[in-house]
């Protein structure tokens, strides 16, 4: 599967942004897909992840209550909604497809930059 993460911008303290994650070749429903960033000068953390019928996610506690994940499988689509961004997170988005809930992600897309002003 071929993934891309897009919906990335420019926002203040406080906003809301959702991200896209599109397959844009094989099928997104057979996959958990999870979400990561990577910070400039830092390592690629984990975001949260939901399995492939959307039942179940899982979050890191930095973005716990603010960040969900969905999915419509019948538009081959996850998303990301960022509620109350703050400058911490600002990053690079990559969303990647697991097969076992995430012990391997075997498929990345490309990244989109999320940038949180002050």
């Known amino acids: 599967v071929q993934l891309q993460a897009s919906g990335g911008g420019l926002v203040q303290t406080g906003d809301s942004l959702r991200l896209s994650c599109a397959a844009s070749?094989?099928?997104?429903?057979?996959?958990?897909i999870g979400w990561f960033r990577q910070a400039p000068g830092k390592d690629r953390e984990f975001v949260g992840k939901?399995?492939?019928?959307?039942?179940?996610?899982d979050y890191d506690d930095s973005v716990k209550g603010r960040f969900t994940i969905s999915r419509d499988n019948s538009k081959n689509m996850v998303y990301l909604q960022m509620n109350s961004l703050k400058p911490e997170d600002t990053a690079v988005y990559y969303c990647a497809a697991s097969e076992d809930w995430g012990l391997d992600y075997d498929y990345w897309g490309q990244g989109t930059e999320v940038t949180v002003s002050s």
């Open positions: 070749a094989g099928n997104i429903s057979t996959y958990a």
């Open positions: 939901i399995n492939w019928g959307g039942s179940r996610t």
